[in-house]
């Protein structure tokens, strides 16, 4: 896989997760990757499925030729490598039996169902009706809505994919990362200039820059090229320094960091004793509404696909208008006041190879209609903020402006603040960072002791670094913005992702972190990397006390 993507970055192209899926599907995914970059006559910023699939039909290509013992040992890494990052052995002509599928332990007080009926059976989408609950008062009704955007690329794109636009992104984003790390950070006091380490006449060193390359040498040890606007220098942890050694082994590539160390004896090497990362402040401020109000978040709803969990939705609709639920969820629900959709709201069209065989509603715009309808059964009292994913009808690259007008028209009539991917807002003066999460992937690709079924862990991360996607020409593709809108330059008290399709709550210095589950049953694909996901779960944050909690509306209770 890496092979693959290394030959297209070798010429500045970006892969596209989709089409880098339909290159693995082939039988020789490596003689591929050759007759394409023959074929190519200009090599694109990012190299999409349907540039693929014409260069095919230009050649008239009808047969790959078959496997050899090599690319066969060559296809069981690569399906090793993909287990490896989804948590689970590679089975692609078994799917797990449904009662073997585990969901991790819930609260039984907040599971919701609607019948002893099967959930999982996909019917033709029908708006329900909802019947109104007589004396039903919402305590969040009483307050009206406080959103204010902080930070979004949605109308500030200015990008046209230049080489002076790349430089610009770049220069800014280690003009914030070096003043963050030398303000925070004591360890950075002493900063100097990388052309100036050999006259610094100093015995410890302290540089910042962005990462240039990161390798490991044959006895071991991790050598990393450092750059900044004076030059490049190259540094060294020692395997023998364990502290060192494990920070250098989550370095990616094009991140901001300082390091500290000491000339070798030549002096044309930086021996590292410690990597600074920007991280999070122990002593970081909390922000709380000082009203008694919820924000629930409703990531992946996949709307349009045969998997859309529709007997779970209806659920979720019922319940959020105090329908059904016993007395402490339809509590929870009144006191519901923003809903925060964090990307994927449709499953879309053409997003990866032979889509339209899982697809309940083939055509794009009838599927943000059907949304638009099911959205208009939320109490009109209820603030929603939507942001685009992978799969929205948006440019693929990040970060994303929001949904274009003709989309947001077919919401008329409901109070919906639509914004980009990632958006940094407040609700009720409580600060969120919401973004999507195409790069968990890159990082779970990266760095060795990550996995993709693990979002928090790998949010975690992402907090440290202070950047939501770092490397460029990974699996997220990267629009360069002369302003880095994925360097996380204020920390958030919520921090929210989805992407993943797993339901997970955690907490770092301070920072609530969700992944918002989704509302799609397992898909093929996830089948085939026996990648269980966990739909249908609502976690709620209480935005006066910090408290999340998680609905669960995947099993049948009523």
């Given at each position: 896989?890496?092979?693959?993507?290394?030959a297209f970055s070798e010429?500045?192209?970006f892969?596209?997760?989709?089409?880098?899926?339909y290159?693995?599907a082939?039988?020789?995914?490596?003689e591929?990757?050759?007759?394409?970059?023959?074929?190519?006559?200009?090599y694109?910023l990012?190299?999409?499925?349907?540039?693929?699939?014409?260069?095919?039909?230009?050649?008239k290509?009808?047969?790959i030729?078959?496997?050899?013992k090599?690319?066969i040992?060559?296809?069981k890494i690569?399906s090793?490598?993909?287990?490896?990052?989804?948590?689970?052995?590679?089975?692609?002509?078994?799917?797990p039996?449904?009662?073997?599928?585990?969901?991790?332990?819930t609260?039984?007080?907040?599971?919701?169902?609607?019948?002893?009926?099967?959930t999982?059976?996909?019917s033709?989408?029908?708006?329900?009706?909802?019947?109104?609950?007589?004396?039903?008062?919402?305590?969040?009704?009483?307050?009206?809505?406080?959103i204010r955007?902080?930070?979004d690329?949605?109308g500030?794109?200015?990008c046209?994919?230049?080489?002076?636009?790349?430089?610009?992104?770049?220069v800014?984003?280690?003009?914030v990362?070096r003043?963050?790390?030398?303000k925070?950070?004591?360890?950075?006091?002493?900063v100097?200039?990388?052309n100036r380490?050999?006259?610094?006449?100093?015995?410890?060193?302290?540089?910042?820059?962005?990462?240039?390359e990161?390798?490991?040498?044959?006895n071991?040890?991790r050598?990393?090229?450092?750059?900044?606007e004076?030059?490049s220098?190259?540094?060294?942890?020692?395997k023998?320094?364990?502290?060192?050694?494990?920070?250098?082994?989550e370095?990616?590539?094009d991140?901001?960091?300082g390091i500290k160390?000491?000339?070798?004896?030549?002096?044309?090497?930086?021996?590292?004793?410690?990597?600074?990362?920007?991280?999070?402040?122990?002593?970081?401020?909390?922000?709380?509404?000082d009203?008694?109000?919820c924000a629930?978040?409703?990531?992946?709803?996949?709307?349009g696909?045969?998997?859309?969990?529709?007997?779970?939705?209806?659920a979720?609709?019922?319940w959020?208008?105090?329908?059904?639920?016993?007395?402490?969820?339809?509590?929870?629900?009144?006191?519901?006041k923003?809903?925060?959709?964090?990307g994927?709201v449709?499953?879309?069209i053409?997003i990866?190879?032979n889509q339209?065989k899982?697809?309940?509603?083939?055509?794009?715009?009838?599927?943000y209609e059907?949304?638009?309808d099911?959205?208009?059964?939320i109490?009109?009292h209820?603030?929603?903020v939507m942001q685009p994913?992978?799969?929205?009808a948006?440019?693929?690259?990040?970060p994303?402006?929001?949904f274009e007008?003709?989309?947001?028209?077919l919401?008329?009539g409901k109070?919906?603040?639509?914004v980009?991917n990632?958006?940094?807002f407040?609700?009720?003066?409580v600060?969120?960072?919401?973004?999507?999460?195409?790069?968990?992937?890159?990082f779970?690709?990266?760095?060795q002791?990550?996995?993709?079924n693990?979002?928090?862990e790998?949010?975690?991360?992402?907090?440290?670094?202070h950047h939501?996607?770092?490397?460029?020409?990974?699996y997220?593709?990267?629009?360069?913005?002369?302003?880095?809108?994925?360097?996380?330059d204020?920390?958030?008290?919520i921090?929210?992702?989805?992407?993943?399709h797993l339901?997970?709550?955690?907490?770092?210095?301070?920072?609530?972190l969700?992944?918002?589950?989704?509302w799609?049953?397992?898909?093929?694909?996830?089948?085939?990397?026996n990648?269980?996901?966990?739909?249908a779960?609502?976690?709620i944050?209480?935005?006066?006390?910090?408290?999340?909690?998680?609905?669960d509306?995947?099993?049948?209770?009523?």
């Open positions: 896989m890496r092979s693959i993507i290394n010429h500045g192209t892969v596209q997760p989709d089409t880098l899926e290159i693995l082939k039988d020789d995914p490596e591929f990757t050759s007759f394409l970059t023959r074929e190519l006559k200009e694109p990012v190299l999409t499925l349907d540039q693929i699939k014409n260069i095919e039909q230009a050649t290509i009808e047969k030729p078959q496997l050899s090599d690319s040992e060559k296809k690569q090793k490598m993909l287990s490896t990052l989804y948590g689970g052995e590679l089975q692609p002509e078994t799917s039996d449904e009662n073997e599928i585990e969901y991790s332990e609260d039984e007080d907040n599971q919701v169902g609607m019948s002893n009926e099967e999982n059976e996909v033709k989408l029908q708006l329900i009706e909802i019947r109104k609950v007589g004396g039903r008062k919402p305590k969040s009704r009483e307050y009206d809505s406080e955007i902080i930070k690329v949605t500030n794109s200015t046209e994919g230049t080489t002076k636009d790349f430089a610009k992104l770049f800014n984003r280690y003009d990362l003043k963050l790390l030398r925070q950070r004591r360890e950075m006091a002493n100097v200039p990388i380490i050999k006259k610094s006449g100093v015995k410890e060193i302290q540089i910042v820059g962005i990462i240039d990161v390798r490991t040498t044959q071991g040890h050598l990393i090229e450092i750059e900044d004076t030059g220098f190259a540094s060294i942890a020692l023998n320094n364990r502290e060192a050694f494990q920070m250098a082994n370095i990616v590539l991140e901001v960091v160390g000491q000339l070798s004896k030549n002096g044309d090497l930086l021996v590292i004793q410690n990597i600074i990362f920007p991280d999070v402040s122990i002593q970081k401020e909390r922000h709380k509404s009203v008694p109000i629930a978040f409703l990531s992946d709803i996949h709307l696909s045969k998997e859309f969990m529709e007997k779970q939705w209806q979720f609709l019922r959020i208008n105090g329908e059904i639920g016993n007395s402490r969820q339809r509590d929870v629900a009144g006191k519901i923003y809903l925060v959709i964090p994927d449709v499953d879309g053409g990866y190879p339209d899982e697809l309940l509603i083939m055509d794009l715009y009838k599927q059907a949304l638009a099911q959205l208009r059964l109490p009109d209820i603030s929603i994913g992978n799969h929205d948006v440019r693929p690259a990040e994303q402006p929001t007008r003709e989309i947001q028209d919401f008329s109070d919906i603040t639509f980009g990632p958006c940094y407040s609700l009720h003066g600060e969120i960072l919401s973004y999507h999460g195409q790069s968990l992937l890159d779970a690709t990266n760095i002791r990550l996995r993709y693990e979002p928090v790998i949010m975690k991360v992402m907090l440290k670094k939501l996607a770092p490397s460029y020409g990974g997220t593709p990267l629009a360069p913005e002369h302003l880095d809108y994925m360097v996380i204020k920390v958030p008290d921090f929210v992702t989805g992407h993943v339901a997970m709550i955690g907490e770092y210095r301070g920072v609530t969700i992944n918002a589950s989704s799609q049953d397992q898909t093929s694909y996830q089948k085939m990397l990648f269980i996901p966990d739909p779960k609502l976690p944050a209480d935005l006066r006390t910090g408290n999340v909690t998680m609905m509306f995947s099993k049948k209770s009523f």
